[in-house]
């Protein structure tokens, strides 16, 4: 059974950091990418980030440039998404999403199979 399991969600003021990780259970990724999206109250999910796993192609949505960073473990079977610089706008739950057809248009969701149950992150003002 194929798992994408996150962590690193939390409550944190604006301008703190926090570390999101991504470990794939159960699948080993090959020509995968690895994206991270997430969804607030009331609005649609939105891309956030992305990767390549081979090749370290790297993709970002505008308003988190130059804030989060995208990178990977090969050995841990890891994705993890850093985010400094945090703002209010950035709280929602973010989901880590796998799919080897998302090699064709990243920053759609469209081309992701597998999707992690979701971590929260909330960032006071």
């Known amino acids: 059974q194929v798992q994408l399991v996150e962590s690193g969600g939390g409550l944190v003021q604006a301008g703190d950091s926090l570390r999101l990780s991504c470990t794939a259970f159960?699948?080993?990724?090959?020509?995968?990418?690895v994206g991270w999206f997430r969804q607030a109250p009331g609005k649609k999910r939105e891309f956030v980030a992305a990767i390549k796993w081979r090749g370290d192609s790297i993709f970002y949505t505008d308003s988190v440039k130059g804030r989060f960073t995208i990178s990977r473990d090969i050995a841990k079977k890891t994705v993890y998404l850093q985010m400094n610089s945090l703002k209010p706008e950035d709280t929602a739950v973010y989901y880590c999403?796998?799919?080897?057809?998302?090699?064709?248009?990243?920053?759609?969701?469209?081309?992701?199979?597998?999707w992690g149950q979701g971590t929260q992150v909330t960032v006071s003002s």
């Open positions: 159960g699948l080993t990724f090959n020509n995968h990418v």
């Open positions: 999403a796998a799919g080897i057809g998302a090699i064709w248009a990243p920053t759609a969701d469209t081309g992701y199979n597998y």
